[in-house]
């Protein structure tokens, strides 16, 4: 299995910044994708960014001109640099991997880390 861990959230004023860090462990060499997503209350869980073992990566486009996603493969663990922080961007973040096993997809996720974004 796929343990992940989130850390960085927290309050901020809007125009600010935040850099989240998410940390695999476990069966991470089965690991092919790992991003964000986030989650407000009443609305579904949407995607903010991903990356492929490749290392392609994937905004979504209303906020690929603030957000910022990275890798350090030595250490497991994606960031997330959110940048002129809006309180639309007030969520729940939440870590995702994917991984496979003998052409067995699975999910997994992280416990979430709050963002509030308020003056």
């Known amino acids: 299995q796929v343990h992940l861990v989130e850390s960085g959230g927290g309050l901020v004023q809007p125009g600010g910044s935040l850099r989240l860090s998410c940390a695999a462990s476990?069966?991470?060499?089965?690991?092919?994708?790992m991003g964000w997503y986030r989650q407000t209350p009443g609305k579904q869980r949407e995607l903010v960014a991903t990356?492929?073992?490749?290392?392609?990566?994937v905004y979504d486009d209303s906020l690929k001109d603030r957000f910022t996603l990275s890798r350090d493969d030595a250490k497991n663990t994606v960031y997330l640099e959110m940048n002129r922080l809006s309180p639309e961007d007030t969520a729940v973040y939440y870590c995702?991997?994917?991984?496979?096993?003998?052409?067995?997809?699975?999910?997994?996720w992280g416990q979430g880390t709050q963002v509030t974004v308020s003056s």
């Open positions: 995702y991997a994917g991984s496979t096993v003998l052409d067995d997809e699975h999910d997994w």
């Open positions: 476990g069966s991470i060499h089965t690991i092919r994708v």
């Open positions: 990356i492929t073992e490749g290392g392609s990566i």
